[in-house]
């Protein structure tokens, strides 16, 4: 069963929000819906779950209509779940009366916090928990009504990067295990990629791109909403005082290790973060060197994106005068330096 989404919602005066996408609900698949604050996602998941009617347009479930020009069915009855970035727990009950708080028939709530990683803390509250905890406890209770979809939004914002690294990990097991598909929301490249099996980028109240987050975060069509970087998968191949050998393509980089990750990963490299030149002997301080071949030369103002083929995708931003100066042009063969700095990895889904 696919859920067909294509209306208009004009959250004020001078802003509309146009979606036009379909999801598939027959398997538990994580889409991300990824843009700048204020593009337009949440406006997107609160009509979605029934919290606010779209102003145009259609919004469907399989055969059943969900929102129209005639109709609308409010959100208890389109069996959404929704998590959203403030948990909003009942702090007088127990973690496991919070679950059964509009379960479905026959759910067992202790069942559910060990799926969550929570197992035995039924009886306790919100004030003995942390704040990964109390996200877990939610993500419980969101599943507990045996959902169709589940909207996330931006839910481990509040978190630091290994607390957000962890729960991604464990949703994305959750999720496999009750079947449930997933509409996620952020701002963060680092959790696209390691959440994401597809991604709809958002700009301007618009979804103007659709596919694999590291194709579409990449070369993003709208790249002012999206921090910029090289995107590409890549395997880990040792570890020694806080830096990693990965391997990209035909090439090996060392990057820093964040220490949580497994074999496989995700890099992103920052194209400031590459310089280029025609010698072969070193130069500078970087020590990722490589072969590579230039695809071609984009003028951006002042600097020229250098697009190369390095055994892997990557990009390099320099001045206009480096590239005269360099003699650069497509097909040309350099060596490219990259800074470990400019290389950040994230987990891969």
């Known amino acids: 069963m696919d859920l ?12 509309e929000v146009r979606a036009d996408f379909a999801l598939d609900l027959a398997r538990p698949s994580i889409t991300v819906l990824f843009g700048a604050s ?15 009617r779209p102003d145009e347009g259609s919004l469907r479930a399989g055969n059943e209509i969900w929102a129209d020009a005639r109709q609308f069915v409010p959100a208890h009855r389109r069996r959404v779940g929704f998590l959203a970035q403030r948990p909003s727990l ?22 559910l916090l060990d799926l969550v990683g929570l197992p035995g803390f039924g009886a306790r509250r919100t004030h003995e928990l942390s704040g990964g905890q109390i996200q877990r406890a939610a993500l419980a209770r969101a599943l507990a009504a045996k959902p169709r979809l589940l909207l996330l939004d931006e839910p481990f914002a509040a ?11 464990r949703l994305r097991e959750v999720l496999a295990a009750t079947g449930t598909p997933a509409l996620f929301v952020t701002h963060a490249k680092d959790e696209a990629l390691a959440l994401g099996d597809r991604l709809l980028l958002m700009d301007k109240g618009r979804i103007v791109q659709d596919g694999r987050p590291e194709e579409v975060l990449s070369h993003p069509i709208a790249p002012g909403c999206v921090e910029p970087g090289s ?33 496989d ?18 130069a500078g301080s ?25 055994g892997f995708p990557l990009d390099a931003l320099i001045t206009a005068w480096a590239c005269e100066d360099l003699r650069l042009e497509p097909g040309l063969g350099v060596t490219a330096l990259v ?11």
Do not use: M, Y
């Open 339 to 349: 800074k470990a700095t400019a290389i950040a990895l994230s987990p891969a889904p």
């Open 265 to 282: 990963a995700f890099a992103t490299i920052r194209p400031e973060g590459v310089a280029l030149e025609r010698s072969a002997q070193p």
């Open 159 to 169: 978190l630091d990067a290994p607390a957000r690294r962890a729960l991604g990990a």
């Open 231 to 263: 995107v590409f998968p890549v395997r880990i191949l040792h570890r020694d005082r806080g830096l990693a050998r990965v391997q990209a393509g035909t090439a090996e980089l060392w990057a820093p290790d964040p220490g949580d990750l497994g074999e």
């Open 90 to 111: 009942f702090p007088h009950l127990s973690l496991a009366a919070n679950v059964a708080f509009g379960a479905a028939r026959n759910t067992r709530t202790e069942d």
């Open 38 to 52: 204020g593009c337009g996602k949440t406006t997107i998941l609160r009509a979605l779950a029934g919290l606010d």
């Open 4 to 15: 067909l989404a294509a209306f208009l919602r004009r959250p004020g005066p001078d802003t």
């Open 286 to 310: 970087p020590r990722n060197r490589l072969a590579a071949r230039i695809l071609s030369l984009e003028p951006e103002g002042p600097l020229v994106r250098v697009r190369l083929d390095a």
